[in-house]
Structures are given as structure tokens and as C-alpha cells.
């Protein structure tokens, strides 16, 4: 069965300060890995994704995420926060064996940036 | 703009009522979309998986006759809470899927129950 850990369940950083946001995962074969960004009573909006290639992936709002095989990780990143990009953050993998196409959450970091 | 569109966005119902929410995909014909609710403080838990012109398939632990899913086209899906209790409440959200891209994600409807 396919998995996600989000071990932070907050992180808090100064504006202007690298931010990382730390997901691992578990999936059988090689995994298609996501970051979702969700603000207050608002649905999920897509940040960036890794299906194959190369391991660094740019997403949208200058976020990136790097995927490590070997220590089965795809932490988010972001070299320069900023107050608005406070929010729950959610790492989602989907195992492209699984003909069910559904994606599985990790817990969810919230994210806090202070001016 | 949005290609999955959620409605409502919240509503309040008496305990004992049933409660409608609309996923509509407006860019794609989508035969598969997917039902999660989301607790305060918490991820998203997949209830159920809505196939258009079938059974919608429940994840364990889900009451298929409180979670009433319909997939009657290829660009709308519902879920009926029947019944209605104030354990209902919570953040219900729909998704669909472009595989093997990312998922689309309604908006989000916000029931509560009093």
C-alpha cells in the first residue's frame, strides 16, 4: 500500500528565509509525487509535480521540490518565503500501478511565515 | 480559471435533512472523480471513488447509503448526505484526474449541521 509522511506538523519561518517542507513516501514501483497548497476554507490548488526526469522540479509561486529515490523523499522548497505563502501544505503520491488513479495524503504541514 | 467546479461552497442544514453537492469537470469528460472529506486539522480522506454510469466504489469505513453518489454524465458528480447529523459536518471536497497528471480539485463545500 502506498503512503505519505508529513513529519512537521507545522513549520515556521521569517519572511524573506528559505522555507522546506518535508514529505517521504512509500510505494511499491516508482512513484508520481505532488504538492498541493490548500488556503482557509478553500479546495486544494496544485503546486508542482514529479512523474520522471529530472529530480529537481519548479512548480508555481517560485516553490521547488527535489525527489531523493534513495531516501524516498520529495520535501518542498522555496528560497525566499513570503507572509503570503502561509498555509496547510500537502505532499500526495500515486502509485501508476494502482488502476485506481487515486492520490493518498500525507497529514499536512501548516505553514507559517512571519513579517 | 477552474476546470473542477464545486457547489455549494458551504451550506447549513437542519440534523435529519439531506444535503446536495455538485462536481462539475468544465474542460474534460471525466468518467472517474473522486470524493474526500477533510476533518479540522487534518488531510484529506478519500471516501469514495465516483464512476460515471455505475456504482460508485466506497473506501472501508464509509456508509454508502449516508454518502449517496451519483455519476449520471461525464461532467457531473454528486454526493447526497442523507440524514443529516452534526457528526457530518466537515469540509468535503471532489477531485478528478488527468492521468497520469495532477489531480484538479473542487473548490470545497463546508457543511454544517445543527
Known amino acids: 500500500a502506498q503512503s505519505v509522511a508529513q513529519p512537521e506538523d507545522q513549520v515556521n519561518v521569517a519572511e524573506g528565509n528559505p522555507l522546506t517542507v518535508k514529505c517521504t513516501y512509500s510505494?511499491?514501483?516508482?512513484?508520481?509525487l505532488f504538492w498541493y497548497v490548500q488556503y482557509p476554507n478553500r479546495g486544494l490548488q496544485f503546486l508542482l509535480k514529479?512523474?520522471?526526469?529530472?529530480?529537481l522540479v519548479k512548480g508555481s509561486y517560485g516553490f521547488e521540490a527535489e525527489f531523493n529515490k534513495s531516501q524516498t523523499s520529495f520535501h518542498l522548497k522555496k528560497p525566499s518565503a513570503l507572509v503570503s505563502d502561509s498555509a496547510l501544505y500537502f505532499c500526495?503520491?500515486?502509485?501508476?500501478?494502482?488502476?485506481?488513479?487515486?492520490?493518498?495524503f500525507g497529514g499536512g504541514t501548516r505553514l507559517m511565515v512571519k513579517p | 480559471g477552474a476546470v473542477v467546479s464545486q457547489h455549494p461552497s458551504w451550506v447549513i442544514c437542519k440534523s435529519g435533512t439531506s444535503v446536495k453537492i455538485e462536481c462539475r469537470s468544465l474542460?474534460?469528460?471525466?468518467?472517474?472523480m473522486f470524493w474526500y472529506r477533510q476533518f479540522p486539522k487534518q488531510s484529506l480522506m478519500l471516501m469514495a471513488t465516483?464512476?460515471?454510469?455505475?456504482?460508485?466504489?466506497?473506501e472501508q469505513g464509509v456508509e454508502k447509503d449516508k454518502f449517496l453518489i451519483n455519476h449520471a454524465s461525464l461532467t457531473l458528480s454528486t454526493l447526497t448526505v442523507t440524514s443529516a447529523h452534526p457528526e457530518d459536518s466537515s469540509f468535503y471536497i471532489c477531485?478528478?484526474?488527468?492521468?497520469?497528471?495532477?489531480?484538479?480539485f473542487g473548490q470545497g463545500t463546508r457543511l454544517t449541521v445543527v
Open positions: 514529479y512523474i520522471t526526469g529530472d529530480n
Open positions: 510505494v511499491s514501483g516508482n512513484p508520481y
Open positions: 474542460d474534460f469528460q471525466a468518467t472517474t
Open positions: 500526495a503520491v500515486r502509485d501508476p500501478r494502482n488502476a485506481g488513479n487515486m492520490l493518498t
Open positions: 477531485s478528478r484526474s488527468r492521468y497520469p497528471l495532477a489531480a484538479f
Open positions: 465516483s464512476n460515471e454510469g455505475s456504482k460508485a466504489t466506497y
